[in-house]
T-cell receptor
Framework: NAGVTQTPKFRVLKTGQSMTLLCAQD?????MYWYRQDPGMGLRLIHY???????AKGEVPDGYNVSRLKKQNFLLGLESAAPSQTSVYFC??????????FGQGTRLTVV | GQNIDQPTEMTATEGAIVQINCTYQ??????LFWYQQHAGEAPTFLSY??LDGLEEKGRFSSFLSRSKGYSYLLLKELQMKDSASYLC????????????WGLGTSLAVNP
C-alpha cells in the first residue's frame, strides 16, 4: 500500500519560476488537502478538495492554485514562485470513516 | 474564528507523565484529532475523539469535553522517542471537512 505519495520530495526554484506538486492517494478518499509548514507556524491549510472536480480555499491560498481532475490526484501549482513560498508542503487525504493520512512532504526552496 | 489553542513548548523527564491541552471553538464542533510529528517527518495519527471522556491507547490517552471546548493528550511512562510535536485538529460539522490544526506543542523529553 502506497498510501499518500508526494512528488517531488525536494525542489529548488528560482524566483518567478513555476512548478506543480503532485499528490496521489490510492485509498479512494474523497477529501484531499494541501498544507504548508513553516517553523513556529504549524500546519496551515492552503487549499482542499471535497471530491473530484471540486476545490476550496483554505487559510493561506494566495499565490497557489489547485486542481482535482481525478479523484486520486490533487495538484498544487505555483505560477510565479516567491522566496516567501519556501516551505515544507504536506498533502493529506481522508474520508468520513478514517483519520487523515499524510504524504512524506515536499521541501521547496525558492531562491 | 475557530481559534485552536495549545501550548507552544513543553519539557518533561523520561518516565514521567505529561498532559498537553487544547482548546477550540465549540459552535458546531464535531470531533478532534491528535497527531504526532517527529522532526522532518509527516504527522501520524494518534486518536480521534467524538464523545466526552477519556480514551486510552497504551501509553497514550486522549480526553474530550465537548461543552467546555477542551481536550488533552496524556502521555505516560515517557520515552525519549516521544520527543516530537503534537498537533490538535478539531473538526466542525457543516464546514465541508475543512481540516485545520493548532500550531502544535513541541515536547522535549529529557533523560
Amino acid at each position: 500500500n502506497a498510501g499518500v505519495t508526494q512528488t517531488p520530495k525536494f525542489r529548488v526554484l528560482k524566483t518567478g519560476q513555476s512548478m506543480t506538486l503532485l499528490c496521489a492517494q490510492d485509498m479512494n478518499h474523497e477529501y484531499m488537502y494541501w498544507y504548508r509548514q513553516d517553523p513556529g507556524m504549524g500546519l496551515r491549510l492552503i487549499h482542499y478538495s471535497v471530491g473530484e472536480g471540486t476545490t476550496a480555499k483554505g487559510e493561506v491560498p494566495d499565490g497557489y492554485n489547485v486542481s482535482r481532475l481525478k479523484k486520486q490526484n490533487f495538484l498544487l501549482g505555483l505560477e510565479s514562485a516567491a522566496p516567501s513560498q519556501t516551505s515544507v508542503y504536506f498533502c493529506a487525504s481522508t474520508d468520513t470513516r478514517t483519520e487523515a493520512f499524510f504524504g512524506q512532504g515536499t521541501r521547496l526552496t525558492v531562491v | 474564528g475557530q481559534n485552536i489553542d495549545q501550548p507552544t513548548e513543553m519539557t518533561a523527564t523520561e518516565g514521567a507523565i505529561v498532559q498537553i491541552n487544547c482548546t477550540y471553538q465549540t459552535s458546531g464542533f464535531n470531533g478532534l484529532f491528535w497527531y504526532q510529528q517527529h522532526a522532518g517527518e509527516a504527522p501520524t495519527f494518534l486518536s480521534y475523539n467524538v464523545l466526552d471522556g477519556l480514551e486510552e491507547k497504551g501509553r497514550f490517552s486522549s480526553f474530550l469535553s465537548r461543552s467546555k471546548g477542551y481536550s488533552y493528550l496524556l502521555l505516560k511512562e515517557l520515552q525519549m522517542k516521544d520527543s516530537a510535536s503534537y498537533l490538535c485538529g478539531p473538526t466542525w460539522a457543516g464546514n465541508n471537512r475543512k481540516l485545520i490544526w493548532g500550531l502544535g506543542t513541541s515536547l522535549a523529553v529529557n533523560p
